[in-house]
């Protein structure tokens, strides 16, 4: 089974710069959506980025121009580039892989990471 383990967090200025990174434990080349959620204090873990097998992304609105996620299937990672930093990204990052576990794809297997804690000081 694919395992997710996140790294690059910590704390940072307002208007800083981090990457992100999920390191898969097994092959990604099946998953056509790896994501990137973040979970604030008191708040609902929310989308951040997806992207797809083909390269196709997309980001809530609040991150557009700012962050930008990729994908290295031939590495097994997925990477989330984090620049221009405001306080209001403060969260726990969470890498998410839905993991097809038929032929077809029609079924998947929901696996998260432990997460990794990002703080933007201002």
């Known amino acids: 089974q694919v395992q997710l383990v996140e790294s690059g967090g910590g704390l940072v200025q307002a208007g800083g710069s981090l990457r992100l990174s999920c390191a898969a434990s097994?092959?990604?080349?099946?998953?056509?959506?790896m994501g990137w959620y973040r979970q604030a204090p008191g708040k609902q873990r929310e989308l951040v980025a997806r992207?797809?097998?083909?390269?196709?992304?997309i980001y809530i609105y609040s991150v557009k121009g700012r962050f930008t996620i990729s994908r290295d299937n031939a590495k097994n990672t997925v990477h989330l580039q984090m620049n221009s930093l405001k306080p209001e990204d403060t969260a726990v990052y969470y890498c998410?892989?839905?993991?097809?576990?038929?032929?077809?794809?029609?079924?998947?297997?929901?696996?998260w990471g432990q997460g990794t804690l990002v703080t933007v000081s201002s």
């Open positions: 992207i797809t097998s083909g390269g196709s992304t």
């Open positions: 097994g092959s990604i080349f099946s998953i056509n959506a």
């Open positions: 998410n892989a839905p993991v097809p576990t038929t032929q077809n794809g029609d079924r998947y297997l929901e696996v």
